[in-house]
């Protein structure tokens, strides 16, 4: 049983930073994908950062430069740096994981594999 459990939202003023965290149990794939995904109010879910079991990475453009997703296999936990928040970076942030090479910012490829989602709110 896969179970995704993410942490560190918060509100942050505008230029500000957060770092999100996934703690991720019971998935055991030796190839996967791990990736933090976002809703914003009145928007649909967008991926934000993926990475796979190699440690390659791949952004959004409009966070590109200012997030950094990595994972500690030491802890089985997935983090996403924040840095210089935007406005426009608000919403509630979902991490996802999904097992074979097929790495991209596509919230249908993940499947079942979801947390709960954290919320994340700069002014």
């Known amino acids: 049983h896969v179970q995704l459990v993410e942490s560190g939202g918060g509100s942050v003023q505008s230029g500000g930073s957060l770092r999100l965290s996934c703690v991720v149990s019971?998935?055991?794939?030796?190839?996967?994908?791990m990736g933090w995904f976002r809703q914003s109010p009145g928007k649909e879910r967008e991926g934000v950062a993926v990475?796979?079991?190699?440690?390659?990475?791949k952004y959004s453009d409009s966070v590109a430069g200012r997030f950094t997703i990595s994972k500690a296999n030491s802890n089985n936990t997935l983090y996403l740096q924040m840095n210089s928040l935007e406005p426009a970076d608000t919403g509630t942030y979902f991490c996802?994981?999904?097992?074979?090479?097929?790495?991209?910012?596509?919230?249908?490829?993940?499947?079942?594999?979801w947390g709960q989602g954290t919320q994340v709110t700069v002014s």
């Open positions: 996802a994981a999904k097992g074979g090479s097929w790495c991209e910012l596509l919230e249908q490829i993940f499947l079942r594999n």
């Open positions: 019971g998935f055991t794939s030796v190839s996967y994908c």
């Open positions: 990475i796979d079991n190699d440690g390659t990475t």
